[in-house]
């Protein structure tokens, strides 16, 4: 079994900065890619970033690309999501997830482990 705890969620104005974290812990070698979803209210769950295990290939949602940058230390069995330049949009609960698959799904479903999601609130 394999868990996932989120951190670094918090209430910050638009165009700031926000690093989140996610602790994984148990069985992390069965972890491969790992990325990062997010849900705002009365929206689905949608694709923000994803990253393969070696930590060399990284995928992005357009609506990110360029202001976020997705990262894990293996070592620390840690992923990161720094988030920069904050929009509005980007306002919703972020949640941590794993996957066996090698490639890099932005689909939800292809997603094994999640974690219980921090919420990320982005003020003007």
């Known amino acids: 079994q394999v868990q996932l705890v989120e951190s670094g969620g918090g209430l910050v104005q638009a165009g700031d900065s926000l690093r989140l974290s996610c602790a994984a812990s148990g069985r992390t070698s069965s972890i491969y890619t790992m990325g990062w979803f997010r849900q705002a209210p009365g929206k689905e769950r949608e694709f923000v970033a994803a990253v393969t295990q070696s930590g060399r290939t990284t995928s992005y949602a357009d609506s990110v690309k360029g202001r976020f940058t997705i990262s894990r230390d293996n070592a620390k069995n840690t992923l990161y999501l720094q988030m920069n330049s904050l929009k509005l949009d980007d306002s919703a609960v972020y949640y941590c997830?794993?996957?066996?698959?090698?490639?890099?799904?932005?689909?939800?479903?292809?997603?094994?482990?999640w974690g219980q999601g921090t919420q990320v609130t982005v003020s003007s």
């Open positions: 997830t794993g996957t066996q698959q090698a490639f890099m799904p932005q689909d939800r479903h292809w997603y094994l482990y």
